[in-house]
């Protein structure tokens, strides 16, 4: 199940954990970029995130999580 960041916003987060590693899904469902605070690496791009991702309209991240 999915969990709503902001319900009237269509923005929705999912985060998975397991051996002590934490994963973050992000879905953008509106037609403005979402910012997420987050630090770890983007896996779709493999861009390094350092505590803020944007996410563009319409768009996915799945974000493997580090301490930042």
């Given amino acids: ?4 960041c902001c319900p009237a916003c269509g923005r929705g987060w999912r985060r998975r954990g397991a ?3 934490s994963w ?7 037609a403005q ?3 997420i605070a987050v630090c770890g ?8 995130v350092a505590g803020r991702l944007e996410v563009a ?3 996915v ?3 493997r999580e580090e301490p930042g």
């Fill in 1 to 4: 199940d999915w969990l709503p």
């Fill in 19 to 21: 051996a002590g590693q």
């Fill in 24 to 30: 973050l899904f992000v879905l953008n469902h509106t």
């Fill in 33 to 35: 970029p979402a910012v």
């Fill in 41 to 48: 690496r983007e896996l779709l791009s493999g861009a390094v």
């Fill in 57 to 59: 309209p319409g768009g």
């Fill in 61 to 63: 991240a799945v974000v």
